[in-house]
């Protein structure tokens, strides 16, 4: 788009966070209708989900994100890689305390913050791994995205205040006008991603999400 280059990689990730609140406000609304969220679980995710979001951002307006992204990267691969291979016939693992999953959100809430997502890619395999059924996991963490996205754009917002070289309508390190766009044509759709996911089987759900979570990897890691 022919934007400077000083702040870019910055304001991509904040705008992508900004664009998150109503993607997975929506999102959740339509989950939440099927009665697929798991609210216990959010309450348990949510307190380290705050503090991770606004310390990602934090280091993501300091920092260079480029060895981030290379680990971030390999994180994928190896969690999509999972994702595609057969499941293992046996009891699952049992889902770990609240004080273990408040701690899972500081991870969570910080890298979210950090890569500019939802929180999805790393809610899902984690909640599915300990035995939430698929849809449900998807559910939660759409409902998870919203939080992370607030808190993480506010901090995006107040560590890129004041920043010289940033492009007009510019509020920190968010982008309104691509913010605003790329909102207009994603919520009304992401109803329609709550209603697949409900729809297709668990199974074809985890291989899809494990592809993506691949195809993410190598972008990521050949970029």
Avoid: N
Wanted: proline share 5%; hydrophobic share 55%; aromatic share 8%.
């Amino acid at each position: 788009m022919g934007m400077a280059q000083d702040w870019i990689s910055h304001q991509a990730i904040a705008t992508s966070l900004a664009t998150v609140i109503g993607t997975g406000a929506a999102s959740t609304i339509s989950h939440q209708r099927h009665g697929a969220v798991r609210w216990d679980l959010f309450r348990l995710l949510i307190p380290g989900i705050l503090i991770g979001a606004w310390l990602g951002a934090g280091i993501a307006g300091f920092l260079p994100e480029l060895w981030l992204k290379r680990l971030f990267g390999l994180f994928l691969l190896f969690t999509g890689a999972r994702m595609l291979r057969r499941p293992r016939i046996g009891p699952t693992a049992a889902m770990p305390s609240g004080l273990a999953l408040t701690a899972a959100g500081v991870g969570i809430g910080t890298l979210s913050a950090l890569l500019g997502i939802g929180g999805g890619i790393l809610t899902v395999p984690i909640l599915s791994h300990y035995g939430l059924q698929m849809r449900r996991a998807v559910a939660t963490s759409s409902a998870c995205g919203v939080p992370i996205a607030v808190v993480g754009t506010a901090g995006f917002v107040a560590f890129g205040w004041g920043r010289e070289g940033l492009p007009e309508y510019s509020l920190g390190f968010v982008y309104w006008p691509a913010a605003l766009v790329i909102l207009a044509a994603s919520v009304s759709l992401a109803p329609l991603g709550a209603r697949f996911a409900h729809r297709l089987p668990t199974h074809v759900l985890k291989r899809i999400f494990g592809a993506l979570l691949v195809a993410v990897s190598f972008r990521l890691l050949l970029v």
